[in-house]
């Protein structure tokens, strides 16, 4: 059970330069910079990510969320022609969505949306956080017509147009569901993979559906107050067997990105071993926190006082982790998405 203690949403804001958000992804994926923190030492070192190979050692095993990314952005107009951004968040039934809509106003129970000739959809209901449930028309699968008509849904910071949509996946992403990437991935290439199993360490891949509810501003300032939003997760009988043999034998799991985290601390019994199951996890890790399966994590530095800040505060301290922080602004490293990566040993 996680302690209650009163932490506020401020104590985890740090001052973040606007140029120092990451507008588009490094060339190659694993060319960008690599901050590693060690938490026996509080040493920081200052590397190229494709560095992160020498800090892996054989029979690690390194845990990965093949969630892709759908192109989940919609621009539709209602009767009257009023424009409407539809944002999909979860998919409830073959062609019913939690959705959320941009203007609201616009979007009341009984609205007729259309998107063009081959999607329209309908307002059934408002949720009590004021997202919308609504119901799709269109012929043939919807992932194909979605293809075709949705737009890459990138962070409202990021103002670039992305010239390659794959840029915003991981190049192991198989599983379609996200509103969002588990950006740790995107710095990752195939030969950098091949090198890392070549090393000897063993790769366990588990899915974690990311909504936004992971990225949704904290907005209560006891921090204990916040909801997360429920998130899609699976994790394999291959997945739970890979990390269990190396929770038995003493081997480091070290998990590529916080949604892998989350994934993995929802599913572990309390002598951090897993089962194979699916369901919906809300789980909100804030410091203290102990983990019952997790030894390390590669991330991406995160916006303040948000929920992923406050699980990357909980592997150390919110004062270690606020003067990583401090340091990766001093050094000038590129946050957020298409940011740099912080490995946490």
Same mark, same amino acid.
């Given at each position: 059970?996680?302690?209650?203690?009163?932490?506020? =949403? $401020?104590?985890?804001?740090?001052?973040?330069?606007?140029?120092?958000?990451?507008?588009?992804?490094?060339?190659? +994926?694993?060319?960008? +910079?690599?901050?590693?923190?060690?938490?026996?030492?509080?040493?920081?070192?200052?590397?190229?990510?494709?560095? *992160?190979?020498?800090?892996? +050692?054989?029979?690690?095993?390194?845990?990965?969320?093949?969630?892709?990314?759908?192109?989940?952005?919609?621009?539709?107009? &209602?009767?009257?022609?009023?424009?409407?951004?539809?944002?999909?968040?979860?998919?409830?039934?073959?062609?019913?969505?939690? *959705?959320?809509?941009?203007?609201?106003?616009?979007?009341?129970?009984? &609205?007729?949306?259309?998107?063009?000739?081959?999607?329209?959809?309908?307002?059934?209901?408002?949720?009590?956080?004021?997202?919308?449930?609504?119901?799709?028309?269109?012929?043939?699968?919807?992932?194909?017509?979605?293809?075709?008509?949705?737009?890459?849904?990138?962070?409202?910071?990021?103002?670039?147009?992305?010239?390659?949509?794959?840029?915003?996946?991981?190049?192991?992403?198989?599983?379609?569901?996200?509103?969002?990437?588990?950006?740790?991935?995107?710095?990752?290439?195939?030969?950098?993979?091949?090198?890392?199993?070549?090393?000897?360490?063993?790769?366990?891949?588990?899915?974690?559906?990311?909504?936004?509810?992971?990225?949704?501003?904290? =907005?209560?300032?006891?921090?204990?107050?916040? =909801?997360?939003?429920?998130?899609?997760?699976?994790?394999?009988?291959?997945?739970?067997?890979?990390?269990?043999?190396?929770?038995?034998?003493?081997?480091?799991?070290?998990?590529?990105?916080?949604? $892998?985290?989350? &994934?993995?601390?929802?599913?572990?019994?309390?002598?951090?071993?897993?089962?194979?199951?699916?369901?919906?996890?809300?789980?909100?890790?804030?410091?203290?926190?102990?983990?019952?399966?997790?030894?390390?994590?590669? &991330?991406?530095?995160?916006?303040?006082?948000?929920?992923?800040?406050?699980? *990357?505060?909980?592997?150390? $301290?919110?004062?270690?982790?606020?003067?990583?922080?401090?340091?990766?602004?001093?050094?000038?490293?590129?946050?957020? $998405?298409?940011?740099?990566?912080?490995?946490?040993?």
């Amino acid at each position: 059970m996680q302690q209650q203690t009163a932490l506020k =949403k $401020s104590d985890f804001y740090y001052d973040l330069p606007e140029e120092l958000i990451a507008q588009t992804p490094s060339e190659p +994926r694993d060319s960008s +910079r690599l901050l590693v923190y060690h938490r026996d030492t509080h040493e920081i070192e200052h590397k190229i990510f494709y560095n *992160v190979i020498d800090y892996l +050692r054989e029979g690690d095993v390194l845990v990965v969320n093949r969630t892709r990314v759908l192109p989940a952005r919609l621009y539709a107009h &209602t009767l009257h022609g009023g424009a409407v951004e539809v944002l999909l968040l979860k998919r409830l039934a073959l062609d019913t969505w939690e *959705v959320l809509v941009r203007p609201g106003k616009k979007c009341r129970p009984g &609205t007729h949306l259309v998107v063009n000739e081959e999607l329209a959809l309908d307002v059934l209901s408002v949720t009590d956080s004021g997202e919308r449930i609504v119901k799709f028309a269109y012929e043939g699968a919807f992932e194909d017509v979605l293809s075709r008509v949705g737009t890459m849904p990138l962070p409202p910071y990021i103002h670039e147009k992305l010239k390659d949509p794959e840029r915003y996946q991981t190049v192991y992403s198989k599983e379609n569901g996200s509103a969002a990437a588990p950006t740790a991935g995107l710095h990752f290439t195939p030969e950098l993979l091949e090198r890392i199993r070549a090393k000897g360490v063993e790769i366990a891949e588990v899915l974690l559906h990311v909504g936004l509810g992971t990225f949704r501003p904290v =907005k209560e300032e006891n921090v204990l107050d916040h =909801k997360m939003h429920s998130e899609y997760y699976e994790v394999s009988e291959e997945a739970a067997d890979i990390v269990n043999r190396a929770k038995r034998e003493g081997r480091r799991v070290i998990c590529v990105g916080t949604t $892998s985290v989350r &994934t993995l601390e929802t599913v572990a019994d309390e002598n951090g071993y897993l089962h194979a199951c699916k369901g919906n996890t809300e789980i909100f890790i804030y410091p203290p926190y102990k983990f019952k399966c997790v030894d390390a994590l590669i &991330t991406n530095f995160h916006l303040p006082e948000s929920t992923l800040l406050m699980l *990357v505060s909980a592997l150390c $301290s919110r004062e270690e982790m606020l003067e990583v922080y401090r340091v990766a602004v001093e050094e000038r490293y590129r946050f957020f $998405s298409f940011g740099d990566a912080c490995l946490i040993l």
